[in-house]
């Protein structure tokens, strides 16, 4: 339950920063940035605030290699559904939502690692820490 929880918050804030609707926070910021500049700025820095825990415990997790492995299983998933049939490749805005699907995932499974290697193999990860 831990891993949807983690998911779905990556997915929200993907979403929330840009989709193809109308409704996402970039699109807002542009057409408000001038009227609502404070909270416009507000938002962008919250919103980087929540992407930088994200990355950078996704990159300490499970590393760049990592990274692009996630995403090649998840493209070869999709690659194996268009070409059966299931996806069609030319819609651009189910494209667009599956690559924040995609990258949601990959943002997911980093946070949720660490938790998924110790019930894999019962050893617990220690973050480094520096003596001051």
């Known amino acids: 339950m831990s891993f949807v929880i983690r998911w779905l918050i990556a997915f929200v804030l993907l979403a929330a920063t840009w989709n193809p609707s109308e ?7 542009l057409e408000n940035y001038e ?10 820095l919250v919103l980087l605030v929540v992407y930088i825990i994200y990355l950078r415990a996704t990159l300490r997790s499970i590393g760049p290699i990592g990274m692009a492995l996630v995403i090649a299983v ?7 559904l268009v070409d059966w ?11 667009q939502w599956l690559g924040i699907l995609l990258a949601s995932l990959v ?9 998924l290697r110790r019930r894999i193999s019962g050893q617990v ?6 003596e001051g």
């Open 23 to 29: 409704w996402n926070y970039s699109r807002w910021a």
């Open 35 to 44: 009227s609502q500049m404070p909270l416009t700025l507000l938002g962008g």
């Open 74 to 80: 998840f493209a070869a998933l999709i690659w194996v």
């Open 85 to 95: 049939g299931w996806l069609e490749s030319g819609n651009s805005e189910v494209n």
């Open 107 to 115: 943002l997911g499974i980093g946070l949720s690692w660490s938790i």
């Open 125 to 130: 990860d220690i973050d480094d820490v520096d």
